[in-house]
């Protein structure tokens, strides 16, 4: 078996461990608060183009349409279907193999998502290449050893520090413009988010 079946292979295996994830708090009101964010800073503006990886039942897309922002959203999950029979533009796609043009998009939105990948720095290389120039990232993820416990999620790969993060995407071409923390208490008790907005390095 040559290197690409075996990728193949393993990337069949774990399309299994991909499961529904309803919109619910504190996600709603984290995903209104920082669209809000980007639109106030003037990121994103009505007429730019968003990518919403792993964009689920369409919370994101939704908010996105409301500020007059054109947003697409691509998805392996079962949400797929849902999210089109709301009229939202979901393409079927694995967000570490974007189908897309480079230079495509302002944004792309990747809100816990990255810890779903099988390799983050692959797959913000593949961010990189479709951006346009000054582009940016909006990444967050969930923390580990908080006492819900994300790194033992079934389908989360890759739950390190801080510092970890902020080395990766130093090293897929990228420079951390701001970055912010949410934490809250849950039935499980307390949990914590790191949320980062990232702009495409471009070299002269």
Not at 33 to 62: H, N, Y
Request: net charge negative; glycine share 8%; proline share 6%.
């Amino acid at each position: 078996m040559n290197k690409y079946a075996t990728l193949d292979a393993f990337l069949t295996r774990i399309r299994a461990d991909i499961y529904p994830e309803p919109a619910s708090e504190p996600h709603g009101t984290i995903t209104r608060k920082m669209i809000e964010k980007l639109v106030d800073t003037g990121i994103v503006t009505p007429g730019s183009r968003v990518l919403d990886v792993g964009c689920g039942s369409g919370l994101a897309l939704e908010a996105f349409a409301r500020f007059g922002v054109q947003a697409v959203g691509v998805t392996l999950g079962p949400e797929l279907e849902l999210c089109r029979g709301k009229g939202l533009d979901v393409r079927e796609m694995d967000f570490s193999f974007l189908q897309f043009d480079a230079d495509s998009f302002d944004l792309i939105w990747c809100r816990h998502t990255l810890e779903h990948s099988f390799s983050p720095i692959f797959t913000l290389y593949g961010f990189h290449g479709i951006l346009k120039s000054n582009g940016r990232v909006y990444v967050e993820v969930p923390a580990p050893d908080t006492a819900c416990h994300h790194e033992a999620n079934p389908n989360h790969y890759f739950v390190p520090g801080k510092s970890m993060w902020q080395s990766l995407f130093q090293k897929s071409g990228f420079v951390l413009e701001w970055t912010g923390d949410f934490s809250f208490d849950t039935p499980m008790g307390p949990d914590l988010y790191w949320s980062f907005i990232l702009r495409k390095k471009t070299t002269p």
